[in-house]
């Protein structure tokens, strides 16, 4: 089993649309959450941490739910612009060292 | 420019030479880390180094990889004996310190093998 499993997708939703995203993590270890982006197989960027009480920027929201060792990312009213493949990534030690990454989930938001 | 700055952004190495990659981290952050992602796979885990020390390298291939944090300049990671399978994009990032703050990632470099 893969440490980090994401469905890869592609998710081709137009502007406008909400979108969910999810994740399993093998390691019941791991310590600390993340969502990254990546354009184009461009350097990773970091989107938003995640939280066991989940956590909301703007149009994104971010849920963990650590008895089932499950992560999501909502995406509200999607933008052009959000089109890119979402990593979700967790560490597995307090001191948050090595990110292990999920494949990702490509999205397509389109006009 | 204080973000991480990797160089070359792209190099192009024949079988069997050497490849070195550069990584310099951004300004106050004093911990490196160096990850490959092979073509049509996720990002994985080489090796993390502070100045002058490998902290941990349970991601690094047993032989012909080597990666170094000198007291002064840029982090390197070195491939030696270079083989197609090496052919990927190479990330570093860094961060404040250990656990403290995210992991800020470079551009990477891609290596490309002939």
């Known amino acids: 089993r893969k440490e980090v499993e994401q469905d890869p997708g592609p998710f081709n939703v137009p502007e406008g649309a909400t979108v969910a995203f999810n994740c399993t993590y093998s390691?019941?270890?791991?310590?600390?959450f993340f969502w990254y982006r990546q354009d184009c197989r461009k350097e990773p960027k970091l989107l938003m941490s995640?939280?066991?009480s989940g956590n909301e920027d703007g149009r994104f929201t971010a849920q963990l739910n650590r008895a089932s060792q499950y992560i999501s990312l909502l995406i509200r009213d999607s933008k052009l612009s959000d089109s890119a493949t979402y990593l979700c990534?967790?560490?597995?030690?307090?001191?948050?060292?090595?990110?292990?990454f999920g494949k990702g989930t490509t999205l397509s938001v389109s006009s | 420019n204080a973000g991480v700055m990797q160089n070359p952004r792209h190099l192009v190495r024949r079988r069997g030479q050497e490849a070195r990659l550069r990584c310099s981290p951004m300004?106050?952050?004093?911990?490196v880390y160096w990850y490959r992602q092979l073509p049509e796979e996720g990002l994985k885990f080489m090796v993390y180094?502070?100045?002058?020390?490998?902290?941990?390298e349970s991601g690094m291939p047993k032989e012909r990889f080597s990666a170094e944090f000198p007291k002064e300049g840029p982090s390197i990671l070195r491939i030696q004996q270079v083989v197609r399978g090496d052919s990927a994009a190479y990330f570093c990032?860094?961060?404040?310190?250990?656990?403290?703050?995210?992991?800020?990632f470079g551009d990477g470099t891609r290596l490309s093998i002939l």
């Open positions: 180094l502070q100045k002058e020390n490998i902290i941990d």
């Open positions: 990032a860094s961060s404040l310190g250990q656990g403290e703050g995210p992991q800020h």
């Open positions: 990534v967790v560490t597995l030690n307090q001191a948050g060292t090595a990110l292990i």
């Open positions: 995640v939280y066991s």
């Open positions: 300004k106050g952050h004093s911990h």
């Open positions: 390691n019941s270890a791991s310590q600390s």
